[in-house]
């Protein structure tokens, strides 16, 4: 691997060990030249030729907006693999990597480890051309995130995450069912549902594993549906998680890789993004879209 490192660091996530200028002192000690970007600006510079790998510092918000710009945006021909340094709240994406190291081991074990295929998930039917690394969903987690926007969250991550695990257990017992019709790889399912995720990865949110089989690089999705049946079995779970209890969530997932959802209301999100969905949906899946180092 080239020995050159294009840094993409969000300031505001993490602790001193996160600091910009300990960052690139911690890569040049390490051998790696280093060009260094912050994911707050509004324009990214083009990495250069010789540079060998993108290196994020961030929660899962910050992979994405690099995995934009890979997937949509300026980089999308340079073909980079991926490194991720996690210093976010839920860090969902990392935490399906693997990663989870003090800063320093993450960056020594990148001269060992190997570009691995990452799959995205590819969204027709809304306003904006759309992609996830996560999960693309309707009900429970659109309602989640609008509804933590108006609460005053815990400075701590860790309480933050127990926090909205908390708010989410309180939504489950009065959300209300919504129809929906979906076909997945050219079967029909038609029920009313408190949740649709279609999940690239194990966990989403708070840190919730509601595809524990999920592999981000098998070329397929996890289809989680929760039906008014499952309501309490998703609620003792979130419960659970919440009190520091980890059981594996228990309802089946429906593997596919062609989805398209029909559903009655609007509210979705996808990855951390809430969006609206005003018409049916179509989810496929694009293998190997992306390369990250594991």
């Known amino acids: 691997m080239k020995k050159k490192v294009q840094l993409v660091h969000n300031p ?20 790696y030249a280093c060009d260094y970007t912050s994911a707050s600006e509004d324009i990214w510079p083009l990495p250069d030729a010789d540079t060998g790998l993108i290196a994020v510092v961030g929660g899962d918000g910050t992979i994405r907006q690099v995995a934009k710009a890979l997937v949509q945006g300026a980089w999308a ?10 210093c976010g709240t839920a860090n969902n994406i990392a935490k399906s990597l693997g990663v989870s190291a003090p800063t320093r081991q993450i960056v020594q074990s990148w001269s060992q480890c190997q570009p691995q295929p990452f799959d995205i998930g590819r969204v027709e039917g809304l306003p904006e051309e759309a992609f996830f690394m996560e999960a693309f969903g309707f009900g429970l987690f659109p ?7 108006k609460l005053d969250k815990p400075e701590n991550p860790s309480d933050e995450l127990t926090y909205a695990l908390e708010v989410l257990h309180e939504l ?36 919730l594993a509601l595809a524990p089989e999920a592999d981000w690089g098998d070329g397929a999705f996890e289809v989680v549906l929760v039906s008014e049946e499952d309501r309490t ?3 003792q779970h979130v419960l659970n998680q919440s009190h520091g209890i980890h059981d594996v969530f228990s309802l089946p997932s429906i593997m596919g890789r062609e989805i398209r959802i029909e559903w009655a209301q609007t509210n979705a999100h996808c990855d951390d993004e809430r969006i609206e969905a005003p018409g049916p949906v179509q989810i496929q899946i694009q293998p190997g879209r992306l390369q990250v180092l594991r």
């Open 12 to 31: 505001a996530a993490g602790d001193e060990e996160h600091e910009a200028q300990d960052l690139i002192a911690l890569l040049q000690k390490e051998g």
């Open 77 to 86: 021909d340079s073909h980079l693999p991926l490194a991720v340094i996690p």
């Open 143 to 149: 309602d989640l995130m609008d509804t933590m926007k």
């Open 172 to 207: 489950i017992q009065k959300a209300k069912p919504c129809q929906a019709r979906l076909t997945i790889d050219g079967k029909v399912y038609e029920g009313s549902y408190l949740l649709i995720e279609v999940m690239n990865i194990r966990s989403i949110g708070p840190n």
């Open 233 to 235: 079995v998703l609620a």
